[in-house]
C-alpha cells in the first residue's frame, strides 16, 4: 500500500497506525474531520505528499519520525500543539508552513531536518523549546516574533549554516548550549538578556563579533570556548561573575578588556588563548583561580591596577614569556607572582601610529593605569640635563594621547612621561 485517502468523518489516528511497519506509504491525505494525529502514526515512511487536514488540532511525538522523504509541510491554523520530535530527522523537508494558531512546539519537533532552509515562528509562541532546530544543518533564516520571551537550551544548536540571527527585545532567557556549533558571525544581544548560560556560544568558530549590552550580568561556564574567529572581547562593567572556561581555546584573540565589577577570574578563563599578548586586570579583581592563564604562549605583559589577589596553581602555566606589572605603592607583591617575575608597572610614551605630527600639532599615545597622575616633560638638552614640566595629567583611562601645542618653539626637543 503507498496510497491513501481517509473517509470524512475520521477524528483520531491512532499512536503507530502508519509506522515503520507500512513503510512503503508515499502518499496520504488527511480530511478536516481528524483531529489528532497520534504518537509514531507515521514514523519510518517514505511519505512524499501529505496533505493535513484543516481540523487537525494536535500533533503527536514521533508522528512523522524519520520520514524522509517528505518535502514539503503544511500545519494548518487549527493546530494547537505539535508534541516532541513530530517532524525529526525528516531529512528532505525544505518547506514548512506553521498555522499561527500554534501555541506549544515541544523540544526536538524539527531536530534533524537537515535540509530546511528557512522557519517563521508562529506569533502565538512564546517558548521557543529545548533543541526544537537541533542539527538542522541547512538553515540560514529564522524569523522570531517579538511574543517569544524564551529561548531554551540547544535551541539551535549545530544550526552550521545560521550565520545571523535577530532576537527580539522580548527574549529574556537565552539558554544554554543555545547556538553550539552554529555558524553564526555576528549577533547583538537585547537588552532584555540578563545572563549568558553555559555553553551558549560552544565552539562557534564562525563568531567575529558579540554585542552584549549592559542588563547582562553573568557569562556562564565555557560560553564563548572555541570561538576560534573572535580577535577581541569587551566585557562590560554590568557582569559580576564569568564562569570557567568561558574564553578558553579563543586562539585568536588578541585584545580583551575587563569589566570594573568582576572580582573573580574564574579557572581556565583564557586557557589556551595563545595570540593573547596583554592583558590589564582591574583593581576590583581580589582572586585568581588555577589556569587561568595557562598555555597563553604569547601572553608577554600582565597590568595590575589593584593590590596582589589570592591565586591558584598554574596560573601562568606555559605563559613562560609573561612579566607581571604592579603600580607604584600596591600591596603585597614579591619579586615574583606565581613562579613569573614582576616589575613596577611605569606610564609609557608609545611609538606607535599616533606617534609624530598630526593635523600640525605633534603629539603621542601614553599607556599607564586610569585614574594615576602621569608628568609630562621635555629636554632641548640631552648633554647639559634640564627637564621642564609640560603637563601633569590624571588619566582618565588606560590609553591617552598627549599634544604640545608649543612644539614649534622647540624643534629639538624631547620627551618624557614620569609619576610625580
Not at 481528524?34 to 512524499?48: D, K
Not at 512523522?64 to 503544511?74: A, D, E, N, V
Not at 516532541?84 to 498555522?99: E, K, M, S, V
Not at 601610529?353 to 616633560?377: H, K, L, P, Y
Request: proline residues 4%; charged residues 10%.
Amino acid at each position: 500500500m503507498t496510497s491513501i485517502i481517509m473517509e470524512n468523518g475520521i477524528k483520531y489516528i491512532g499512536n503507530s497506525t502508519f509506522s515503520i511497519a507500512n513503510n512503503s506509504l508515499t502518499n496520504i491525505v488527511i480530511p478536516d474531520s481528524v483531529l489528532t494525529i497520534g504518537h509514531h502514526a507515521f514514523a519510518g515512511n517514505y511519505l512524499a505528499s501529505f496533505t493535513i487536514g484543516n481540523g487537525i488540532v494536535s500533533i503527536g511525538w514521533y508522528a512523522f519520525y524519520q520520514c524522509g522523504s517528505l518535502t514539503s509541510i503544511r500545519i494548518p491554523d487549527s493546530t494547537i500543539t505539535i508534541a516532541r520530535n513530530a517532524f525529526t530527522y525528516c531529512t528532505g523537508l525544505t518547506n514548512i508552513l506553521i498555522g499561527n494558531h500554534v501555541t506549544s512546539i515541544d523540544m526536538l519537533a524539527f531536530s534533524g531536518c537537515t535540509s530546511l532552509p528557512n522557519i517563521s515562528i508562529p506569533t502565538n509562541i512564546s517558548n521557543i523549546a529545548r533543541a526544537l532546530f537541533a542539527g538542522c544543518s541547512s538553515l540560514t533564516n529564522v524569523t522570531i516574533p517579538d511574543t517569544v520571551t524564551n529561548i531554551d537550551d540547544g535551541a539551535f544548536l549545530q544550526c552550521g549554516s545560521l550565520s545571523n540571527i535577530i532576537i527580539p527585545e522580548s527574549v529574556v532567557s537565552l539558554g544554554g548550549e543555545t547556538f553550539m556549533s552554529s555558524g553564526l558571525s555576528s549577533i547583538a544581544l537585547p537588552n532584555s538578556i540578563t545572563s549568558i548560560k553555559d555553553q551558549t556560544f560552544y565552539s562557534c568558530g564562525n563568531l567575529t563579533n558579540i554585542i552584549i549590552p549592559n542588563s547582562v550580568t553573568s557569562i556562564g561556564k565555557n560560553a564563548f570556548d572555541s570561538c576560534i574567529s573572535l580577535t577581541s572581547f569587551v566585557i562590560p562593567d554590568s557582569i559580576t561573575n564569568i564562569g570557567d572556561y568561558a574564553f578558553c581555546n579563543c586562539y585568536n584573540l588578541t585584545n580583551v578588556i575587563i569589566g570594573n565589577q568582576i572580582t573573580t577570574i574564574a579557572a581556565g578563563l583564557f586557557d589556551s588563548c595563545s595570540n593573547l599578548t596583554s592583558i590589564t586586570i582591574p583593581s576590583c579583581v581580589t582572586n585568581i583561580v588555577g589556569a587561568s592563564f595557562s598555555y597563553c604562549t604569547s601572553l608577554t605583559s600582565v597590568y595590575f591596577k589593584g593590590n596582589a589577589p589570592s591565586n591558584g596553581l598554574n596560573l601562568f602555566y606555559g605563559a613562560n614569556a609573561s612579566i607581571i606589572y604592579y603600580l607604584p605603592n600596591a600591596l603585597g607583591w614579591d619579586t615574583t607572582f606565581c613562579d613569573r617575575p614582576t616589575s613596577v608597572w611605569k606610564p609609557q610614551l608609545l611609538g606607535d601610529d599616533r606617534f609624530g605630527i598630526n593635523t600640525n600639532q605633534f603629539g603621542f599615545n601614553i599607556f599607564w593605569a586610569s585614574g594615576m597622575t602621569v608628568v609630562v616633560e621635555g629636554c632641548t638638552n640631552l648633554v647639559n640635563l634640564s627637564w621642564f614640566p609640560l603637563r601633569t595629567n590624571t588619566l582618565s583611562k588606560d590609553l591617552v594621547y598627549f599634544d604640545d601645542p608649543e612644539w614649534t618653539n622647540y624643534p629639538n626637543c624631547f620627551y618624557r612621561v614620569r609619576w610625580p
